[in-house]
């Protein structure tokens, strides 16, 4: 039997809490080692109120940790809408304070809570004694964490895996743009010291091949995409895709740096009136009836985060699903590979040549890319023309299902199985 712990940000609480992109891929991926008979799966994240923080779900053993009372309260309000907007004003400003404090050895801001996360990990595999650490990238806590049990005990493999780029993400704001870039690069480095692989997007390669530093551990890097691709059929069956009036359109995930303008004027334009549905979080719902109220032809229905199992259902009730680009090539959003999973037709919009979606949804069968730098006018003929297509032409899930391998969650279990197989070269 081969232990594994997994250092995460969530596991197994309710989704109006674990509402990240990045906690569907972990579960997707765990599900999927799940089918090996020889693994034993344990997680460690974040505790919040009302759930042990031990216990046994799923056939996955959860260890949990808490945080300080303050990200609590945070935590807790969210949930209950009591006192939101001030406990997270207060943790705001902290926030700030800590990132003024910690300039020296960015891109870490919290040292208590890292090391706080590294012990309970290295404390949790003296007692489990596992094989293999593997830490996902959503901040530098989680990382951190598998490479502190790493540097303490170098015969456990570990595998760090990034859906968000460290050094070739956004940068912050507050400090030089070049300082910044330095620091991120020299913690990846430092990171790749002891990782045993690192699991990276596609769409950072390009980040790392201009990385100097990377020379060191380029070899250690395993490219695949996000682990979101899951079909939810695999028939041969061709079929057309119903289009129905009124014409049923949705984006589900965070709205934050998103802003939908572009598209309601576009969908203004359609031939049949549009209904334009957002599952995202409450605190959005106001900002955008109040973009769509001068609309006519397109009506607006806001909806809470909600468990993705039922998400799928609104989805497969939607016409096409919707994607709004991101401005750093070397980012891509896994929600494509979610919405590829259902078959549907998926518009993404681009304000970059090089836009990651971009080269998928050329091989997806129902993908339109909307430029956004061009005008309604001529956008809204590839528009019609797109929806006529998606009406006209048949296409099969098993057409889907062997387009986008590497965005499978099989690809994560067959690398993990190959890592940690492999002895250990001293």
């Known amino acids: 039997m081969k232990k594994i712990l997994f250092t995460i940000q969530w596991h197994n609480i309710d989704s109006t809490i674990s509402n990240s992109a990045n906690t569907i891929c972990d579960e997707n991926i765990i599900n999927e080692l799940k089918k090996n008979p020889s693994f034993e799966i344990h997680t460690l994240s974040y505790a919040v109120d009302g759930y042990p923080l031990d216990d046994f779900k799923d056939g996955v053993y959860i260890h949990r940790f808490k945080r300080s009372w303050l990200w609590r309260q945070l935590i807790n309000s969210r949930k209950r809408k009591t006192l939101h907007k001030l406990i997270y004003l207060i943790q705001r400003i902290l926030m700030r304070v800590k990132q003024f ?3 020296p050895i960015y891109p870490i801001y919290e040292p208590f809570h890292v090391m706080r996360f ?15 650490v593997i830490s996902v990238h959503f901040g530098t806590d989680s990382l951190y964490a598998g490479y502190y049990v790493k540097k303490k005990c170098p015969s456990i493999k570990y595998v760090a895996v990034c859906w968000d780029s460290i050094a070739g ?12 870039l330095v620091k991120k690069r020299k913690f990846e480095r430092k990171i790749n010291s002891l990782t045993d692989a690192m699991i990276v997007m596609d769409a950072s ?3 790392h091949l201009n990385n100097p530093l990377a020379v060191e551990y380029f070899k250690k890097l395993i490219f695949l995409d996000v682990p979101y691709f899951c079909p939810i059929s695999t028939s041969e069956k061709e079929e057309t895709q119903i289009v129905g009036n009124p014409l049923k359109v949705m984006f589900s995930g965070n709205m934050v740096g998103r802003d939908p303008s572009y598209l309601f004027h576009l969908f203004e334009k359609y031939v049949t009136p549009v209904v334009f549905t957002f599952v995202c979080h409450d605190d959005f719902h106001q900002r955008l009836y109040q973009l769509a109220k001068h609309l006519k032809n397109v009506s607006i229905r806001c909806i809470s985060y909600m ?14 699903l919707i994607n709004f680009g991101v401005k750093n090539p070397n980012a891509i959003s896994g929600k494509i590979f979610d919405y590829m999973s259902t078959g549907k037709a998926i518009l993404s919009t681009t304000t970059i040549d090089n836009e990651a979606c971009i080269k998928y949804l ?6 339109l890319v909307i430029d956004e730098r061009h005008s309604i006018e001529y956008n809204k003929d590839i528009l019609i023309d797109f929806i006529k297509k998606i009406g006209n032409v048949k296409t099969s899930f098993s057409i889907i299902n062997n387009l986008f391998y590497t965005s499978k969650p099989i690809a994560y ?7 940690i197989s492999k002895k250990n070269v001293k």
Not at 121 to 129: G, I, S, V
Not at 312 to 317: A, P, S, V
């Open 101 to 103: 404090l910690t300039i």
């Open 118 to 132: 590294a012990r309970h990990a290295y404390r949790l595999h003296k007692k489990e004694n596992f094989d293999m």
């Open 169 to 180: 993400g956004n940068l912050v704001n507050y400090l030089p743009k070049q300082y910044a």
């Open 205 to 207: 390669k390009e980040s």
């Open 307 to 320: 468990k993705h199992e039922d998400l799928l259902k609104i989805q497969i009730e939607n016409d096409i």
């Open 362 to 367: 050329k091989k997806y069968p129902r993908g």
């Open 413 to 419: 279990r067959t690398t993990l199985e190959t890592i």
